[in-house]
């Protein structure tokens, strides 16, 4: 048995797809707890209906909005079974997502999650790109913690909001922790793999909406996202490496540099996309941090250069388009 968690808001049209694909799934034996972060659109008309079609639906909207992390830790101590699928609305689901999940987390003991392969979709539910970073089988836990995360200089996850977790191990962790809003999620995989192996499925199993898969970034939340990922980051590096004091100063110092990289593209997209002031406040909020003075310096001196050519850059990627349209219909008449 299952317990497929679907965590939505204000999603209604695509989520109708996302429960269709869940209810078509070869697995059967599962229960199907729907999470509704209080939508304010028809998603619990949704719902409803579907719920009335098939037995194992349960439906809970919030009566007010409580984010993400408390939305899916909801879902999970609604549970009835150790093994909890965790998906997102807007998704869509290959019909042996569930069946291959099942299998690899309950044939390997010390899998903590299963997670696997995704693709991006354009508006006609066309595949247009697909992420492959494993293998099919299980991925050790030092290789997936200290060699992937730890060396993604933007520091993004390999493994994206959805897997199949034990739920003895969300239980005993905790379950999500809001201290990193979103992004709960990617320090919940980190956390495991601490103590537990994870397995990848190669196949793509799940896609979704090009611009679904990365979050939008706009003024100060680029730093709120910098800063969130950082002090992550910085956690679960001590923790990993508490045990060899030489290999952490090593540690620290790699991502010191990283963070330095990161923090420069950072800025770099507050200066091609917001208002002055953004920028001002982006510093303002980081100013405190010594490590973070090289990259503030080095960007903010170079200012009055690379505010003209980035502003340059979006001009001439906003009206390419418009010239290729103008300059084919010009063809096309003559």
Known sequence: MVSIILVTYNRAARLKLSIEDILNQTFRDFELIICDDCSTDSTEAVCREFQKRDPRIRYFRHKQNIKMPANCNFGIEKAKFEYVAILHDGDRFKPDLIEQWHRAISTNENVGFVFNSIAETDDRNRIVNSYHEFDEGVVDRHLLLKRKFFRRWRFDSPVYGEAMVRKSLLL???????DFG?????????????????????????????????????????????????????KHRKRAFRENRLRLYFELVIFALQS???????????????????????????KHKLVFLIPLAVTTILYPILFPLLRTYNLVKRISPQLRFAKNETRDKS
């Not at 005993?172 to 809001?178: I, Q, S």
């Open 172 to 178: 005993e962790r905790g379950l999500l922790h809001d």
């Open 182 to 234: 979103f992004y709960a999620d990617v320090d919940l995989w980190m956390d495991l793999l601490h103590n537990h192996d994870a397995y990848y499925c190669a196949d793509t199993l799940i896609s979704g909406p090009t611009k679904d898969i990365q979050p939008r970034l706009f003024e100060d939340n680029v730093i709120d996202y910098f800063l969130m990922m950082f002090n992550m980051q910085l």
């Open 260 to 286: 330095s990289l990161k923090l420069f593209y950072c800025l770099l997209l507050i200066i091609k996309n917001e208002p002055v002031r953004s920028f001002f406040n982006s510093v303002a909020m980081i």
